[in-house]
């Protein structure tokens, strides 16, 4: 695209935007919004403590 079709489609969204329609894309506010409270490596390691747990269990109880 060329830097006149651009700036025609950046005018344009502008101008949606100012006329009250929503966005494309949500805010950055809306994203942290909908973040999850633990981050995914927290999560990870919490998973892996917890079915590692269970599995060591069940060997555990199976072959001792």
């Known amino acids: ?10 005018a344009q969204f502008a ?15 809306e994203q942290l919004a909908k ?4 981050s995914l490596w927290a999560l990870g390691i919490i998973l892996f403590v917890v079915v590692g747990g269970v599995l060591f269990e069940l060997v555990r109880l199976l072959f001792l």
Do not use: D, H, Y
Request: charged fraction near 30%.
């Open 15 to 29: 101008s949606a935007v100012r006329s009250g329609k929503k966005a494309v894309k949500p805010s950055r506010q």
């Open 1 to 10: 695209p060329t830097q006149f079709e651009l700036r025609q489609k950046n």
């Open 35 to 38: 973040r999850s409270p633990i």
